[in-house]
């Protein structure tokens, strides 16, 4: 697992209150909005987005066994507010992809320290 689930608890009583105002206008960064499995109650996270072929890119800095990446997948999608637009997401797939393709070469480099090589990759609905 890239980073503690220490740090991610940590970051969703701290660190996500500020990065919701500031996700959606922030490059590379978004805010997503997924219901949960058992709860059913809707819930918003930023979440570090690129767009890839056609598509959206998640960085799965925490893994993939975190809530909200099996909460989208069970559902089938969610929904993304990325650079000033709502986007309805579908057909969610974990990628493995070591070599951060089509990532701007700072990002490559910082997910690449943090051992980040898991992804989400989601279709935009039409």
Request: hydrophobic share 40%; glycine share 8%; proline share 7%.
């Given at each position: 697992?890239?980073?503690?689930?220490?740090?991610?608890?940590?970051?969703?009583?701290?660190?996500?209150?500020?990065?919701?105002?500031?996700?959606?206008?922030?490059?590379?960064?978004?805010?997503?909005?997924?219901?949960?499995?058992?709860?059913?109650?809707?819930?918003?996270?930023?979440?570090?987005?690129?767009?890839?072929?056609?598509?959206?890119?998640?960085?799965?800095?925490?893994?993939?066994?975190?809530?909200?990446v099996?909460?989208?997948?069970?559902?089938?999608?969610?929904?993304?507010?990325?650079?000033?637009?709502?986007l309805?997401?579908?057909?969610?797939?974990?990628?493995?992809?070591?070599?951060?393709?089509?990532?701007?070469?700072?990002?490559?480099?910082?997910?690449?320290?943090?051992?980040?090589?898991?992804?989400?990759?989601?279709?935009?609905?039409e």
């Amino acid at each position: 697992m890239p980073i503690p689930m220490t740090v991610a608890r940590a970051n969703r009583v701290a660190l996500n209150r500020v990065m919701r105002r500031i996700a959606p206008h922030t490059p590379f960064l978004g805010l997503l909005t997924h219901r949960g499995r058992r709860s059913g109650r809707e819930f918003t996270i930023p979440v570090n987005v690129f767009e890839f072929r056609g598509g959206i890119r998640l960085a799965l800095t925490y893994g993939p066994g975190t809530d909200w990446v099996r909460n989208v997948r069970a559902a089938g999608g969610c929904t993304l507010r990325f650079r000033g637009r709502t986007l309805e997401l579908t057909n969610p797939r974990l990628v493995r992809d070591p070599q951060r393709a089509g990532m701007p070469a700072f990002v490559r480099f910082v997910l690449a320290r943090l051992h980040v090589e898991e992804f989400l990759d989601l279709d935009t609905a039409e």
